[in-house]
């Protein structure tokens, strides 16, 4: 059974930082890369980062380069998005899939339920 179970959002100052934690669990995982998105209320799921497998390939949605940094640790099944200088437009429901390496949501297939970070100015 495939599970990914976000967390470590929350309520942060702008100019603040906060760690997003991605855990996942299901052999079908295996190979396949995870990424991060977002959705603000009123509007579509935007692409944040992505990591491969291995954690060799990395990708960025330019409206968060050089702010967050995504990793990843297998042995502890686990992603990482790291979102430092946040702003208030940083605040959405932060969602992990996995699937294959694409800045596309459509093409991911596993998706967690959604973990909240709201930025206050």
């Known amino acids: 059974q495939v599970q990914l179970v976000e967390s470590g959002g929350g309520l942060v100052q702008a100019g603040g930082s906060l760690r997003l934690s991605c855990t996942y669990s299901g052999r079908a995982l295996s190979g396949y890369a995870t990424g991060w998105f977002r959705q603000a209320p009123g509007k579509e799921r935007e692409f944040i980062a992505t990591i491969t497998w291995s954690g060799g390939g990395t990708l960025y949605a330019d409206s968060v380069k050089g702010r967050f940094t995504i990793s990843r640790d297998n042995a502890k099944n686990t992603v990482y998005l790291q979102m430092n200088s946040l702003k208030s437009e940083d605040t959405a429901v932060y969602y992990c899939?996995?699937?294959?390496?694409?800045?596309?949501?459509?093409?991911?297939?596993?998706w967690g339920q959604g973990t909240q970070v709201t930025v206050s100015s």
């Open positions: 899939a996995a699937g294959p390496y694409s800045l596309n949501p459509s093409r991911y297939i596993y």
